[in-house]
């Protein structure tokens, strides 16, 4: 029967969980109607900050800015990801397998590295490319300018496009190709096919997958702060940073501001959850798994394989080499015959030799793999008691657990800063809240990678446990968790993954002492050190993708699913 | 008719491995007859069909229709699928779940070259909605349909462009027992009605018993056998074909004297010298072996009479097993067990001695050398 213990271990985790996710959303609210705290003046009870946030001239500009980046992102994404997706899926297109494991790079790529890269290409002073035109027309003229919103959805879009690759590559790839095959055999064209058939079948994974895009893109920080504020573009996630950095620092602004995100990125992660339902029964009307097949499109395949070179360029080599490029100078410059001479490998020496940097690496090291196990563990436990245990109530702790993802970075960010600022427990200003921090960020995550696990586990491998007299915590640690091992660690790869890339959360809790490299790569970049964040840049993605290739490798040698 | 001549096709495995999924496959069908492909799962049944359809792309062959070659490697022809005007209805029915009964049907109209009037759609939908029993749903969601109503459906969209050729790829296998016999006659009926020359595939034995004018059984990519139904039963060309479609005895033994083509001939086995039906050339002194159907293993307690040609020998019954309909005793002769199948009045107790008699136009011999692999 169940052992006292085990009901305490449920307990703790969904105290653990409502802890996590609820209180800080709590004190957000609560900040949010309060006055900014003065030396002169204590805070008290005001609508001022909602005033400002909803009812001023600038609400609507502020909110159309916010949707214009926020769609353009993720149109311009999802066009990029659908269409390589299907490529990818369905046609006999060369170098496939090569081509979806580099459409994938840039996940690794941190958002910032990404961001700067961009500039780096793209600015209308200093952008390699406008340098390049312009010498080749001999003209002054500004080709492209990053600094505008078209730029801000280029970057941004680009960056998440293989997010949407992933999303519609499984779509295309759970739908029955033989619902293709009989309109062929109906006599339907390509395009008649395309148009009547794949696009209706695939249109709610579409829907589902514009959603989260679209969440995605409201939620992003690194494109507005770095390319938006500058220009003067403000968007929901760079005026909340902007409150917080005012003087005097307004939290209550930018609570405010953070309920207006948290509303619109709840409705759509409800209507995301909705249409994935409904998507179901698309999904369709036979179990039986079906051969992989393609369509042969003739000559068309160098095309759509040129589209994938391209696509390449644009996402990984460029900005890659870009970096590379300004981690070779001493002072930054664009390249040049006279440029090439100069190349130094300075720049490594002086990022390796500053003391904080060490740190830094050491503290991101620290909080990934932290918060990767302390998630895999915790959600282990909660998913098997959602999924199995015939609790009452377990659908509380489901809904609970994935509250976080409707929390923008930076909100839950400001939302953990509020909370344990004025909570006396002595974790605010150390390395404690950051881990807390990642833990509820990322906490949906475990719980995706586990239930998907867990799903896969035949209930009775657990009955026959429980048959041959195993206790509840017996069952668990000698039947489930073993049999969840490949879930688990592919989960925790991912965490650990976007942890060492996480920036928004961190940009607001962090304190000297306590910076990550993304937090690192932010300060040398408002310091102006652009070859010494390049030289940084350059080997945090090397070491990512080393750590990429080693999980895969040991993944592949132990027999774990692709992730 | 359909000819297709030493067609090859191999595919690309998961793995990276080249597949040879039909190897050597030629057969002819008449206008108006059900062909069926028969063979275990994976034996290449689905790829030849497959490669007909044009779906896959044969290595080498010819496939020919009515006189229009559909595909020949020689003279680098290749009609797309689209373009083939063949009927075709997948295991899965591949019913779009985005359409509504009539939108699934009316869309091989619809993406016709020539768009036929609204009017004519709407009656030759309707036309063929009938005929599959399905006219009252003609507004219902495609996917709010019973599995014996979405395979007639599939049929139904099959039929609406009246094809030259109709493929079927194991229409009834995701049905269950009682509605999959029932459909068989169904589609024997509507076969016969259309007119329609068929392909069939299958790797259930008495469904392409019942259904088809002849038989092709397949084994690792190749045809073993072509025949009508009755003799793909009663005169199996080897082991292989014996043993997949329906249950058989194998009697082991040497030749005593050569057969030349059809004929009797004498056969010693463990059982003694058998009087068997020879239906190849066989050499003196060959190793064979005697196939004999269970429900042509005839029990009795009484010692039969004795006719010229039956082969005769005693037992005792070992075990039994009641099966409603009939019976299935385990009789052992000598150091051999035969399997009988027999009427429920035989009600003989195990352990008793009992009388066997087997005929000898029942009983094949079969080259032991030419057989490949049992069936698994």
Known sequence: MRGAWTWVAIAAAIALVAWLALVPLGFMLWQSVLSPETAAAAARFTLDNYRTAYASADTARLLATSLKFALGSAALAFAFGALL??????????????????????????????TVSWIFLGSPKIGIINVALQRAFGTDAVFIDIYSIPGMIWVDGLHYSPMAFLLMSAAFRSMDPALEESAMMSGATLPQILWRVTIRLASPAT????????VRALESFEVPALIGLPAG????????????????????????????????????????????????????????????????????????????????????????????????????????????????????????????????????????????????????????????????????????????????????????????????????????????????????????????????????????????????????????????KPGLIAGWIYIVIVSIRELASSILLYSPGTEVVSVTIWELWQNGQYVELSALGVMMILVLFGFVMLAQYFGRRFGIAET | MLSVKSLNTEYAAANGQVVKAAQDVSFEVPDGALFTLLGPSGCGKTTTLRSIAGLERPRSGTIEIGGQTVFSSDKGIFVAPNKRNFGMVFQSYAIWPHMNVFK????????????????????????????????????????????????????????????????????????????????????????????????????????????????????????????????????PRNKFVADFVGSTNFIGGTMVSASSGNGRCRVATALGELNVQCVENLAKGATVVVSVRPEDVELSEVEPAREADDNHCRGVVEAKVFLGDYLDFQVKVGESVLLARVHPSLRTPTGDPINVRMRAEKCVAIAEAVAPRAAA
């Open chain 2, 104 to 235: 699934n049907v009316a869309f091989p109209l619809e993406v016709r070259k020539v768009r036929p009037s609204r009017k004519e759609i709407e009656q030759k939908v309707m036309r063929v909605l009938s005929a599959v029993q399905l006219a009252e749903y003609v507004d219902r969601d495609a996917t709010k349909l019973s599995g014996g109503q979405q395979q007639r459906l599939a049929l139904a969209r099959a039929l609406v462009m009246e094809p030259r050729l109709l493929l079927l790829d194991e229409p009834l296998s995701n049905l269950d027992a009682k509605l999959r016999e029932a459909m068989r006659f169904e589609l024997k009926r509507m076969q016969r009605d259309f007119g329609l020359t068929t392909i069939y595939v299958t790797h259930d034995q008495s469904e392409a018993l019942a259904l088809s004018h002849e038989i092709a059984v397949m084994s690792e990519g190749r045809i073993v056998q072509i025949g009508s139904p009755r003799d793909i039963y009663e005169r």
């Open chain 1, 233 to 484: 573009i403000e968007v929901y996630t760079s005026a909340i940073y902007d409150a917080i950095h005012a003087y005097p620092s307004e939290v209550g602004l930018a609570s405010a501001y953070g309920v207006a995100l948290l509303i619109i990125t709840s409705v759509c992660v409800f209507l995301t959850t909705r249409i994935s339902g409904r998507g179901s029964r698309y999904s369709t009307v036979t179990g039986k798994g079906f051969r992989p097949r393609v369509m042969r499109i003739g000559r068309w395949r160098y095309a759509t394989a040129a589209l994938f070179l391209v696509y390449l360029g644009l996402v990984v080599l460029l900005p890659f080499l870009v970096l590379l490029w300004s981690s070779l100078q001493r002072f930054y410059s664009v390249p040049t015959l006279a440029a090439l001479h100069d190349l130094t490998l300075d720049s490594y020496r002086t990022v390796l030799a500053y003391p904080e940097i060490g740190t830094a690496i050491w503290n991101s090291v620290l909080l990934s793999l932290g918060s990767a196990t302390l998630i895999m563990l915790a959600t282990s436990i909660l998913c098997w008691v959602v999924v199995r245990a015939k609790l009452p109530g377990r659908w509380l702790i489901d809904n609970l657990a994935s509250l976080p993802l409707v929390f923008p970075g930076l909100v839950l960010g400001l939302a953990i800063m509020v909370c344990y600022l004025t909570l006396p427990v002595g974790v605010y200003g150390t390395i404690w809240i950051m881990l807390i921090a990642y833990v509820t960020r990322f906490l949906p995550y475990g719980m995706r990678y586990n239930t998907a696990a867990l799903l896969q586990v035949h209930k009775e491998l657990e009955e026959s446990a429980a048959m041959s007299g195993a206790s509840l915590g017996a069952t668990f640690g000698r039947i489930v968790l073993p049999l969840l």
């Open chain 1, 207 to 214: 829907a589902a997958a514009l959603l989260i895009l679209f």
């Open chain 1, 85 to 114: 997706a299907w490529i990818n899926e369905r046609t006999d297109t060369p170098f496939k397998t090569l081509f979806f494991a580099l459409a994938l790079v840039p996940l690794i790529i941190p958002g910032i590295l990404f």
